[in-house]
């Protein structure tokens, strides 16, 4: 059994290093306290950081991403330190992240109570990332061996497509966590089935981690709805609904730590001997679509 924690993570304004250098320990301490294993922070939680920039420039949305990246490395230095110092595993959402190659690719870390990890990038961009904003897809899915078990990460709009968490669950992953950052009800929905739709198809576990709230200091996190969740496949053993715990309601105000444990060998056992293989089956499902396809074109 391990213990997780899923943020709802409220968009707060931080003007200064040590205010949010304060605020980001006292949160992770709230969380380490209640016994939780692994931390998730949302999507984009890093461009809290942007509260630090004059105001001029953390209005502007371009600007406010170029005027974070040399509090980049401080920021991954307090993370690492926070993770080691409460023996925890956290990934504390993305932030926007300029590479050689002269594009910004949307970032997420791990750390655990060793230090980084390692990092996963977006794949799939929104037509807000790829039209407004000029951030460009990563490149490969990455499986973390950790004393946990084995994860992936997907942000956000990677949920939706299935074949990315397929390519994480044939890698080993049992989990994946999903930190998300959506604008309206129905942006939150599309992750959030999507997040239990990936549980259902590969039989594994999806943590999700929602921005929420109002800050109309950041062109970019202006507006956050979202819930956390766990999701994991309905079957035997494990919640009717696949729902193993919910945030109750779509903004609390206020960051919030969604707790709850997981049994990983009760959702390994269910590929084992389930109700249904639906991870088994995949194969033989695009066997069959594609003998459909051949024979409708003959």
């Not at 932030?95 to 970032?107: I, K």
């Not at 496949?233 to 945030?247: A, I, K, M, Q, Y």
């Amino acid at each position: 059994m391990i213990r997780l924690a899923a943020c709802q993570y409220a968009i707060e304004l931080f003007e200064t290093w040590e205010a949010y250098v304060a605020h980001l320990e006292r949160l992770c301490a709230e969380a380490a306290e209640q016994g939780a294993q692994m931390l998730l922070l949302p999507e984009y939680a890093g461009l809290v950081l942007s509260g630090q920039l004059p105001a001029a420039q953390r209005s502007d949305l371009k600007g406010s991403i170029a005027g974070i990246q040399p509090l980049i490395e401080p920021w991954l230095a307090l993370c690492e330190g926070i993770a080691r110092r409460y023996g925890v595993y956290l990934q504390p959402g993305s932030a926007p992240v300029l590479d050689a190659d002269g594009h910004y690719r949307n970032r997420a870390w791990l750390f655990g109570p060793e230090g980084r990890l390692g990092h996963q990038d977006k794949l799939m961009m929104t037509r807000f990332e790829r039209e407004q904003w000029d951030i460009a897809a990563g490149q490969g899915l990455t499986v973390f061996d950790t004393a946990l078990g084995r994860l992936g990460i997907l942000i956000c709009y990677d949920n939706e497509f299935p074949m990315l968490a397929r390519t994480l669950a044939e890698g080993g992953a049992d989990l994946i966590l999903a930190p998300s950052c959506t604008d309206t009800e129905a942006g939150y929905h599309r992750v959030r089935i999507g997040a239990q739709a990936r549980a259902l198809e590969s039989q594994i576990a999806v943590l999700q981690s929602p921005t929420v709230g109002q800050a109309s200091w950041s062109p970019a996190l202006d507006e956050n709805v979202g819930r956390a969740g766990l999701f994991v496949p309905p079957d035997r053993g494990l919640p009717g609904n696949g729902v193993v715990s919910e945030s109750l309601v779509l903004d609390p105000g206020h960051c919030q730590w969604l707790i709850c444990d997981l049994d990983l060998e009760q959702v390994r056992q269910v590929r084992r001997d389930g109700q249904v293989f639906t991870r088994r089956d995949w194969p033989e499902q695009f066997e069959r679509a594609c003998l459909c396809s051949a024979l409708q074109r003959g």
